[in-house]
């Protein structure tokens, strides 16, 4: 082969490697580029989620644009689709955002299921164990309680059909009508006028008024009690787990059947479930 065809020959090949080198490059660093901006899309995605959801009051999409520096058609977007999905949701008389019913649900049901090697289970089964009856932890979820964590007496158990992620009523459960006293008196009114006072039981309170009187006395007394009013034959004292400010985190309760216990029964046990409550609210506010 001439030496002048072989040299071109040569450089044809060095161009072509030199070209594949390049697209390889290009491809990756288009891939990575790629990446990078999914990763940023998920960033902001759960910033807008945690920027919401620690926000004491509800916020406008102008104030997350502001606070987060995001573009404001990507804030537009991603919120649009939170609010179609159930994650975040709109005020009914405004355009600001609350924590929607589909992110609550996510956030307790994790909370829920890490409760069970953890230090509130730990303090919970002691208490099951001091009082040989069947203890829970719950607190308010889209206006009803959910337990975040359940442990049944061993040798007296109820047999009740409830565990972590139950939900009960808030008008006739001993820590559902403990959220209803230690709300704010605007947003109490709120939860009462959409709430269902649906009678479980003969004892079920469903005259408002007589519901707020129980309420005011639940506020002075800080104990509330379930009088068979959710299940017939099953009685429940509550009391509440407090935060720094005095808001309740949560609630404890002791349940048991009525004619083992009793509401007499339930006031015996007071001190050791406020000591309980005292110990959860110190582990609950280290997590702060």
Not at 102 to 118: E, K, P, Q, V
Not at 192 to 216: M, N
Not at 262 to 276: K, M, N, Q, S
């Amino acid at each position: 082969m001439p030496a002048d065809i072989a040299t071109s020959v040569r450089r044809n090949k060095t161009s072509a490697t030199a070209a594949a080198d390049a697209a390889g490059t290009l491809a990756r660093r288009t891939r990575a580029l790629g990446k990078r901006e999914r990763l940023g899309a998920i960033a902001r995605s759960l910033a807008i989620l945690e920027h919401v959801a620690k926000s004491p009051a509800p916020v406008g999409v102008l104030d997350i644009i502001d606070a987060l520096e995001l573009p404001k058609a990507t804030a537009y977007r991603l919120v649009d689709w939170f609010v179609s999905q159930g994650y975040l949701a709109r005020e009914p008389s405004r355009k600001r955002l609350l924590v929607g019913s589909r992110l609550t649900t996510l956030a307790f049901g994790a909370l829920a299921a890490s409760m069970g090697n953890s230090e509130p289970h730990i303090v919970l089964q002691r208490l099951v164990n001091k009082v040989n009856e069947t203890c829970n932890i719950g607190t308010l979820v889209n206006g009803e309680v959910m337990y975040l964590d359940r442990i049944e007496a061993k040798h007296w158990p109820l047999r009740l059909q409830f565990s972590s992620g139950s939900r009960v009523p808030l008008h006739c459960s001993a820590i559902g009508k403990l959220f209803l006293a230690f709300s704010p008196a605007s947003r109490r009114r709120r939860l009462l006028q959409h709430l269902d006072l649906r009678r479980y039981t003969e004892q079920t309170i469903v005259d408002p008024a007589s519901l707020e009187a129980e309420l005011r006395q639940i506020r002075k007394q800080q104990v509330s009690y379930d009088r068979e009013e959710f299940l017939d034959g099953v009685v429940c004292i509550a009391v509440p787990v407090l935060g720094r400010n005095g808001e309740l985190l949560a609630g404890v309760a002791i349940q048991a059947p009525q004619a083992r216990m009793g509401i007499e029964g339930g006031r015996a046990h007071l001190p050791v479930l406020r000591d309980t409550a005292d110990e959860l609210a110190e582990i609950f506010q280290a997590m702060d």
